[in-house]
């Protein structure tokens, strides 16, 4: 059997979507859940890769709890680092070409301004460089690769920043958001169109632009201004009886042992002149909230 894509990470918020997309292509790609594909057993990922022999492996699986990361940071390696080396390996001794996921946590943020794929990355947590590390081991083992880094990704399922400001304002009248944290809040069906757009030039014999590519939504903000659009959006679509009051804290002031990214804005004009990809506005993927809410 020979198949183009083959997906891990199926029911994460970014594999959600684009298995989505996959299916809606018409292309022929299998696809597999964490349940259904653990990618730290090399066996079975072995296995499966071999039987579908795809042209393409594209892996959004991933250890992405980031406070528990730092705690456990073992756990996050097997997952982030070990089971991406072994997929490299593997991908590469079949011909295949590897799509992976990586994030704006490579980065301490220091920089003044957005960052570019070439900028020095120096990641601040044990997630950032359990990422950063398989980003060196894919283009170590992968001659033909595409990273995709991207930041602060949202959307209706799973864990993330929009679902949990909107279970808080049911719980608390009081909400305490960071205000020193600037970055792009990125809609998850906005990076699965994105990568269905790189994946399918992995197919084209004549492409030849491999490697790290940034893609994020606009405009950045900080994560207060990001909460405060989000009870605006909620307020006018009339999702909610009552928004919290937001205050505004600095990240020392935020209970968390994890230090992240003053400033983790991504560039993306290398996506834009290669894959003629745009930054999403991710106001618009907020326009639809009760569907972020608990229990909908
Ligand atoms: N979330 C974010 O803000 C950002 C994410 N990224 C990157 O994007 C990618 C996708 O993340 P996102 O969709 O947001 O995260 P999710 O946590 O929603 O999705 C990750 C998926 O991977 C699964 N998974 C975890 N461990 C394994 C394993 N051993 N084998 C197979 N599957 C596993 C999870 O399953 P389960 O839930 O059962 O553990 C989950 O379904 C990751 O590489 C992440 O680092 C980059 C920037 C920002
Ligand atoms: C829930 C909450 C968070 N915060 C802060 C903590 C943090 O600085 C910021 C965002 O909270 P989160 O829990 O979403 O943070 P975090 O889980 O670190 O988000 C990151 O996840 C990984 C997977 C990535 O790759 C990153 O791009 C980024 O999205 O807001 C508050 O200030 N108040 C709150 O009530
Ligand atoms: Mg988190």
């Given at each position: 059997m020979v198949i183009?894509?083959l997906?891990?990470?199926?029911?994460?918020?970014?594999?959600?979507?684009?298995?989505?997309?996959?299916?809606?292509?018409?292309?022929?790609?299998v696809?597999?859940?964490?349940?259904?594909?653990?990618?730290?057993?090399?066996?079975q990922l072995k296995a499966l890769i071999a039987k579908f022999k795809p042209?393409?492996?594209?892996?959004?699986?991933?250890?992405?709890?980031?406070?528990?990361?730092?705690?456990?940071?073992?756990?996050?390696?097997?997952?982030?680092?070990?089971?991406?080396?072994?997929?490299?390996?593997?991908?590469?001794?079949i011909?295949?070409?590897?799509?992976?996921?990586?994030?704006?946590?490579?980065?301490?943020?220091?920089?003044?301004?957005?960052?570019?794929?070439?900028?020095?990355?120096?990641?601040?947590?044990?997630?950032?460089?359990?990422?950063?590390?398989?980003?060196?081991?894919?283009?170590?083992?992968?001659?033909?690769?595409?990273?995709?880094?991207?930041?602060?990704?949202?959307?209706?399922?799973?864990?993330?920043?929009?679902?949990?400001?909107?279970?808080?304002?049911?719980?608390?009248?009081?909400?305490?958001?960071?205000?020193?944290?600037?970055?792009?809040?990125?809609?998850?069906?906005?990076?699965?169109?994105?990568?269905?757009?790189?994946?399918?030039?992995?197919?084209?014999?004549?492409?030849?632009?491999?490697?790290?590519?940034?893609?994020?939504?606009?405009?950045?903000?900080?994560?207060?201004?990001?909460?405060?659009?989000?009870?605006?959006?909620?307020?006018?679509?009339?999702?909610?009886?009552?928004?919290?009051?937001?205050?505004?804290?600095?990240?020392?002031?935020?209970?968390?042992?994890?230090?992240?990214?003053?400033?983790?804005?991504?560039?993306?004009?290398?996506?834009?002149?290669?894959?003629?990809?745009?930054?999403?506005?991710?106001?618009?993927?907020?326009?639809?909230?009760?569907?972020?809410?608990?229990?909908?």
């Amino acid at each position: 059997m020979v198949i183009d894509f083959l997906l891990t990470g199926a029911g994460g918020q970014i594999g959600t979507y684009l298995e989505r997309l996959l299916k809606q292509s018409g292309m022929p790609y299998v696809s597999f859940t964490h349940h259904q594909l653990d990618i730290t057993d090399s066996i079975q990922l072995k296995a499966l890769i071999a039987k579908f022999k795809p042209k393409c492996v594209i892996n959004a699986a991933a250890y992405t709890a980031v406070d528990a990361a730092e705690s456990d940071p073992t756990s996050a390696y097997a997952v982030n680092v070990l089971a991406v080396v072994n997929l490299a390996r593997i991908v590469e001794s079949i011909g295949a070409t590897l799509i992976h996921i990586s994030t704006d946590y490579v980065f301490d943020g220091a920089k003044v301004g957005p960052y570019y794929e070439v900028d020095h990355p120096n990641p601040l947590s044990a997630y950032g460089q359990s990422k950063l590390r398989a980003e060196m081991v894919i283009a170590e083992n992968c001659s033909r690769y595409l990273v995709l880094r991207t930041s602060w990704v949202f959307s209706e399922r799973g864990v993330n920043f929009v679902k949990s400001m909107l279970k808080l304002s049911l719980e608390r009248d009081v909400i305490c958001v960071v205000n020193d944290q600037l970055g792009g809040p990125t809609y998850a069906n906005d990076i699965a169109t994105t990568l269905m757009t790189m994946a399918k030039q992995t197919l084209n014999p004549e492409f030849d632009e491999w490697g790290i590519f940034h893609f994020s939504g606009f405009p950045y903000v900080n994560w207060y201004e990001f909460a405060t659009q989000i009870f605006e959006s909620a307020l006018n679509q009339g999702v909610l009886e009552k928004v919290p009051r937001l205050s505004p804290i600095s990240s020392t002031q935020y209970s968390s042992k994890v230090n992240r990214p003053a400033n983790s804005c991504l560039d993306c004009s290398k996506i834009r002149t290669t894959f003629g990809i745009y930054p999403s506005d991710w106001k618009l993927a907020l326009s639809n909230l009760s569907g972020y809410l608990p229990n909908s």
